[in-house]
Nanobody, 121 residues
Framework: QVQLVESGGGLVQAGGSLRLSCAAS????????MAWYRQAPGKQRELVAV???????NYVDTVKGRFTISRDYAKNTVYLHMNNLKPEGTALYYC???????????????WGQGTQVTASS
């Protein structure tokens, strides 16, 4: 069994900062890409940022220059540093990871339960 547990969400004023964390635990052999998605009410889930084992990171255009994704390989943890939060960034933020749990199988997608981020205007 694999679990992804997110933390760090909350309520901030527009312009404020938050840091999200997501720790993967369980029978993990290897983790490939780790990512953050978000879903606002009435909208589709969108990819916010992804970081690969090569350390190459990609961001959705709306957060470039304000959000930074990073990871701690020893702790199987991914972070999302969010600066200058805007009201339109209010959403449920989900962690996603490509994880291999068996040496004979490939990578599977796992999701966290989500953490709420609210930026008030």
């Amino acid at each position: 069994q694999v679990q992804l547990v997110e933390s760090g969400g909350g309520l901030v004023q527009a312009g404020g900062s938050l840091r999200l964390s997501c720790a993967a635990s369980g029978n993990i052999i290897s983790i490939n890409a780790m990512a953050w998605y978000r879903q606002a009410p009435g909208k589709q889930r969108e990819l916010v940022a992804v970081i690969r084992r090569s350390e190459r990171a990609n961001y959705v255009d709306t957060v470039k220059g304000r959000f930074t994704i990073s990871r701690d390989y020893a702790k199987n943890t991914v972070y999302l540093h969010m600066n200058n939060l805007k009201p339109e960034g209010t959403a449920l933020y989900y962690c996603n990871a490509e994880i291999r749990t068996d040496s004979t199988s490939g990578f599977l997608n796992y999701w966290g339960q989500g953490t709420q981020v609210t930026a008030s205007s």
